[in-house]
């Protein structure tokens, strides 16, 4: 069996779990406090600039710290720079027993496009 490129990684991922545009996001962060932002990007990409109040857990992390950095109690949108990483956070999730998690399509890049807030 040969092992799946990192993009058909992404397309199966977003086969099986929501997306949610930026706009509908910061509408819905403008109404919902409780809407944890989860990203999933290095950390140098962190230090850049990121959405506020944002959880930072880097994608290779997801699964062993979810329980510990993720309430399984809240909606959870999860972003990345262009929203493939984050899909497969959210794939992850979804097989740890999430069941309230969206990937952000087109990730911080959609976000700053969209008009959403960042700090640095």
Known sequence: ???MSYEERVRQAK???A???AAETIERRSAERELVLLDVREANEWSL???PGAVHVPLG???QRAGD???RDRDV???CA???RSALAADTLRELGYERVASLAGGIRGWVSAGGEIEQ
Request: aromatic content about 8%.
């Open 69 to 71: 950095a993720i309430p």
């Open 82 to 84: 262009s929203g493939n």
């Open 77 to 79: 949108v999860i972003y």
């Open 49 to 51: 600039f990121r959405i």
């Open 61 to 63: 992390s997801v699964g």
């Open 19 to 21: 997306e949610v545009t």
């Open 15 to 17: 086969t099986r779990i």
């Open 1 to 3: 069996m040969t092992e």
